[in-house]
T-cell receptor
């Protein structure tokens, strides 16, 4: 019963490097989300998807890209890492009929 | 756009006592959901309680209950008989009941339960 799985759990990037944060859910949820949580702050929505092939911007999309080729996977891409992207990233999923978001364990990303 | 405001950055309570965390929100939507999530030091986000906006009755889950005031756009969380394990960040969240299920969070309240 995996739920929402994020990898990696921790990562250190150098400025200008690229990386992809992976997110997979096995609950057949149609909605998936990426949030970032800065120290002492709430979660801010980066991107979300309402189904395979459909993505949309949230509050803070700049510097990120996403894709949703399957129901299960929703990777988040950082193309040119910047110190401002140092944060904890959470992936979540939900189902229209069940108004509750299920979260992964988070990825702590540090850009130096 | 929906906004969620938690005006208490930090709170503390003695073990076994009751504490209330405040949350207000702003929306033009009629149909939506409200949530309280708990984030312990493990970082995992855990759903504490959910309220449907169309329901007048306040939601209750064991020691956790809410005071939902739709007209005032207020959604407070009451924790009764506080336990040491309740120490965590608590986030209020709003979700539209539309085809995008957009969910927005407040900045959080750090709750410390003291022995």
């Amino acid at each position: 019963n995996a739920g929402v799985t994020q990898t990696p759990k921790f990562r250190i990037l150098k400025i200008g490097q690229s990386m992809t944060l992976q997110c997979t859910q096995d609950m057949n949820h149609n909605y998936m989300y990426w949030y970032r949580q800065d120290p002492g702050m709430g979660l801010k929505l980066i991107y979300y998807s309402v189904g395979a092939g459909i993505t949309d911007k949230g509050e803070v999309p700049n510097g990120y890209n996403v894709s949703r080729s399957t129901t299960e996977d929703f990777p988040l891409r950082l193309e040119l890492a910047a110190p401002s992207q140092t944060s904890v990233y959470f992936c979540a999923s939900s189902y229209l009929a069940i108004p509750e978001a299920f979260f992964g364990q988070g990825t702590r990303l540090t850009v130096v | 756009a929906q906004t969620v405001t938690q005006s208490q950055p930090e709170m503390s309570v003695q073990e076994a006592e009751t504490v209330t965390l405040s949350c207000t929100y702003d929306t033009s939507e009629s149909n939506y959901y409200l949530f309280w999530y708990k984030q312990p030091p493990s970082r995992q986000m855990i759903l504490v309680i959910r309220q449907e906006a169309y329901k007048q009755q306040n939601a209750t889950e064991n020691r956790f209950s809410v005071n939902f005031q739709k007209a005032a756009k207020s959604f407070s969380l009451k924790i009764s008989d506080s336990q040491l394990g309740d120490t965590a960040m608590y986030f209020c969240a709003f979700m539209k009941q539309t085809n995008n299920n957009d969910m927005r969070f407040g900045a959080g309240t750090r709750l410390t339960v003291k022995p």
